[in-house]
């Protein structure tokens, strides 16, 4: 049986459901001895603005969510070290991917950086960048399949005693 995989703008009725995704994700990282989504992060406050803001996205499987990714349409803080001359004003970010446990191994991750970089060439941009912790592996290996390339380390917004390092990519997009 072909599995139809949809794809969406979150909504409010979807908070609840990413909500638990991100807790089985952040439970996950722990085990594999990764600080990175502990202590309710990303947290439900910067879901709902991803919502309002338009920018969370999502793909369902059987009526469940099963990956979920902030795409942001401009140059961001983060990054701002690389972002000079010809690229200011054309580049797009990708935050908060989140696999649902159960479907990893399944290639979501490859299809949230398609769909991304799809709609971030649609508004003109030429560069996805997307950052994620060191000892990140599963992500950095989909980082690393995707084709993206280390620009070097950032420091993130987190909670206070929480690594704020996070290893940053790009990538040109070639759409």
Known sequence: MIEEIKFRKAEYKDIEELIAIRDRCGDGLKEMGVDQWQNKEPHVGLIK??????????????????????????DEKEYREFISGDIAGK???????????????????????TEAGRMAADAGKKFLFVDTHAKNKPMLKSIERYG????????????????????????????
């Open 49 to 74: 603005s991803d919502i309002e803001q338009g920018r969370g996205y999502l793909f369902e499987s059987e009526d469940r969510i099963v990956a979920y990714f902030t795409l942001i349409l401009g």
């Open 91 to 113: 580049t797009a970010a990708i935050h908060r991917v989140m696999v649902d446990t159960e479907f990893r191994g399944r290639a979501f991750s490859q299809r949230v950086f």
């Open 148 to 175: 993206f390339s280390y620009l070097g380390v950032i420091e993130i917004d987190t909670n206070e005693g929480h690594d704020k390092k996070r290893s940053a990519f790009s990538k040109e997009i070639l759409m």
